[in-house]
């Protein structure tokens, strides 16, 4: 499967931003779906992690309560949903598949595969 992401930019603290990504030569709901990111200078790390299985879903910390990922079937699109947004966040994300478990769902790096180009989102006044 081929994933293309989209929807990063510039964007003030406090504000929002919807990140789409967009698959190919395969099904979405095949996989576990992961949203990840690198910031300069550090690891990429697990964002958010959504099982197409029975719906669990994780949250790193740090995005609780602002960060939601969601799917479309139909357009076999996922999508991370970034509210009040910090400087923070500022990272390149990026979207991967993952093993689609009976029960629950993990997100390590180490389990995502098909990763995509990446999308720059940037929380600066």
């Not at 967009?22 to 709901?29: K, V």
């Not at 609780?64 to 357009?75: L, W």
């Not at 923070?88 to 595969?113: H, I, M, Q």
Request: proline letters at 3%; glycine letters at 14%; hydrophobic letters at 30%.
């Amino acid at each position: 499967v081929q994933l293309v992401e989209s929807g990063g930019g510039l964007v003030k603290p406090g504000g929002s931003l919807r990140l789409s990504c967009r698959a190919s030569g395969g099904i979405l709901n095949d996989y576990a779906i992961g949203w990840f990111r690198q910031a300069p200078g550090k690891e990429r790390e697990g964002v958010s992690c959504l099982s197409t299985n029975d719906g669990s879903t994780y949250l790193a910390n740090s995005v609780k309560g602002r960060f939601t990922i969601s799917t479309d079937s139909a357009e076999n699109t996922a999508y991370l949903h970034m509210n009040s947004l910090k400087p923070d966040d500022t990272a390149v994300y990026y979207c991967a598949v993952g093993p689609k478990l009976r029960l629950g769902v993990v997100c390590s790096v180490s389990e995502y595969a098909g990763w995509g180009q990446g999308t720059q989102v940037t929380v600066s006044s």
